[in-house]
């Protein structure tokens, strides 16, 4: 068996599409820095918890001014 490894995938449509390791871009074969995941990770995390900071923030002031106009 040569270093090359050929794969045969069936697609949906029954057609069988042949994929050679050679032809994996560089790109793909890259390993994974757990270090920039993580990064993005948290800085999904920061943005999801500003905007529950803002909505939260938003139905206080909503009560809060509800509050106000109907004891008047």
């Given at each position: 068996m040569s270093s090359e490894q050929s794969i045969d995938v069936k697609s949906l449509h029954g057609q069988t599409v042949d994929i050679d390791e050679k032809n994996i871009p560089e790109k793909?074969?890259?390993?994974?820095?757990?270090n920039h995941l993580l990064a993005?990770?948290?800085?999904?995390?920061k943005l999801k918890?500003?905007?529950?900071?803002?909505f939260l923030t938003?139905?206080?002031?909503?009560?809060?001014?509800?509050?106000?106009?109907?004891?008047?």
């Open positions: 793909i074969k890259t390993k994974v820095n757990i993005k990770l948290k800085e999904k995390q918890n500003k905007e529950n900071l803002f938003l139905i206080g002031s909503i009560v809060i001014t509800i509050g106000i106009i109907s004891s008047l």
